[in-house]
């Protein structure tokens, strides 16, 4: 840490080896409950479509050919969105590019609720251009947060972040049960609403210090790091007199991804997003017409669902505390992803309902623990300057998955003589894929932020 370890008056101090000093505390606290609302609505605009569906083919008078180019609309508009936009939240801040993006989605989602009924290609480009917006709310706040946390609880605390997820779903169910009154225009307008409302949080948590250090804005910097560390361990440690740093690269350029010394895990991260989206997406998106294929009714489903749901709150605190283990990142994430295909197998061999709720339950655990570390993993192997960057190549790997797959199950639900059993068992074999490639990438646990 040059000169700065026991209150220098002079030298460098890389900004994360601060955070091996720093304890959790208002600052943290308050950045963490307000990003983890991000991932409860994530999930609500991922997940609602697939709930009002039927609702959607009845309004557009379309089939499942269609309802699946639907589905996908703000997954190819959050690809489109991943690469587009991806240089925003390394030069304009993490909080502005997730300010642009409410403001934008929330400006989509109006146009979608006044679709006419004899245009589905309405509803296919507003949420289009929904997801394009979404993308930049979406892929920030597990490095947000981390750039707030100490080395010591970064990984189990950014993975609790995770655990907002099952809550949007929980939210999506409950829409679904109100959709006969307030129809699938009312449940997209809610959705903008909850959005605009968590922008006022949004714009009142502070920017993250690295990425301050990283545009120059060193003052500000300090002021900030001083409320983290408290007056005292400023003073010790020589924040005030010191030049602060982050490793150097060109911000915002997705070229410096393919360093020789950051390209192999550039490409091993890209496809294990890949895959392990097509996992969980390829499932989910579709989980309710599987369901009702296997003779559930309608309200059974969403009961299948929230059990799925609630059965994600423990696999984030596990995978969290496991994640801070010997274990670490890798293994955790390695053997999650690996059980969560097993599960998926299991679930697409199922002859009973209990067997289908058993297993359902099973794979939703072990698939949403893995995401937990995985998306808090990622990060954490890249610079500063790049790390909003990075963010955007892991979701547009992310939404090439996630706009293909409700594609190709509803294409195969659709072909005659292609079993249940076949569409899901493909499913399975991805996350055993994830799992194989994820196992080549560097262990970040107890190591500081670049």
């Known amino acids: 840490m040059g000169n700065s370890g026991t209150g220098s008056t002079g030298g460098e101090i890389l900004v994360g080896e601060l955070f091996k000093y720093v304890k959790s505390g208002r600052v943290q606290l308050f950045v963490g409950l307000t990003l983890f609302f991000a991932f409860a609505i994530e999930a609500w605009e991922f997940m609602i479509p697939s709930f009002i569906l039927s609702a959607l083919m009845k309004y557009f008078s379309i089939g499942y050919a269609i309802a699946g180019l639907l589905l996908s609309a703000p997954f190819y508009g959050a690809l489109l969105g991943a690469y587009a936009l991806t240089w925003t939240p390394d030069v304009y801040g993490r909080k502005r590019a997730i300010q642009i993006g409410i403001i934008g989605y929330s400006i989509a989602g109006i146009i979608t609720a006044f679709a006419p009924p004899n245009n589905y290609w309405w509803y296919f480009w507003s949420r289009f251009v929904a997801g394009a917006f979404l993308v930049l709310v979406m892929g920030q706040p597990f490095p947000y947060l981390e750039e707030f946390m100490p080395v010591q609880s970064r990984g189990r605390v950014t993975v609790y972040l995770a655990s907002g997820w099952p809550i949007g779903t929980l939210m999506a169910v409950g829409a679904a049960y109100l959709e006969p009154w307030i129809h699938w225009q009312g449940v997209i307008l809610v959705s903008v609403a909850a959005l605009l409302i968590w922008l006022i949080p949004v714009s009142l948590i502070p920017e993250s210090p690295y990425y301050l250090v990283a545009v120059g804005r060193e003052s500000e910097a ?4 001083r409320r983290i560390l408290g007056n005292e361990l400023y003073e010790k440690l020589g924040v005030e007199n010191a030049k602060l740093k982050v ?11 393919f360093k020789r010394d950051l390209l192999k895990n550039t490409w091993l991260i ?7 989206s097509f996992a969980y997406w390829g499932l989910f998106i579709w ?9 559930l009714t309608f309200v059974g489903t969403l009961e299948f669902v929230i059990a799925a749901a609630l059965a994600q709150f423990p696999a984030y605190f596990v995978s969290a505390s496991l994640a801070e283990t010997r274990l670490g990142r890798r293994i955790t994430t ?3 992803m690996a059980l969560a295909g097993v599960f998926t197998y299991f679930f697409a061999s199922s002859t009973t309902i209990v067997d289908l709720l058993v297993y359902l339950v099973l794979l939703s655990f072990f698939n949403l623990g893995a995401w937990g570390v995985w998306d808090a993993w990622e990060p954490e192997m890249y610079p500063t300057p790049i790390r909003g960057v990075l963010m955007g190549w892991i979701t547009g790997a992310q939404r090439i998955s996630n706009a293909i797959a409700p594609t190709i199950i509803g294409l195969l639900l659709a072909i005659h003589g292609v079993t249940f059993t076949t569409v899901v068992t493909t499913i399975a074999i991805s996350a055993w894929i994830s799992a194989i490639l994820a196992l080549f990438l560097p262990e970040t646990r107890g190591k500081i932020l670049r």
């Open 270 to 276: 890209f496809f294990v997003n890949i895959f392990y």
């Open 247 to 257: 490793e150097e690269r060109k911000k915002g350029n997705m070229l410096e991804l």
């Open 287 to 295: 989980i309710a017409a599987i369901l009702q294929s296997k003779g």
């Open 222 to 225: 300090k002021k900030l790091l």
């Open 334 to 336: 390695v053997s999650f």
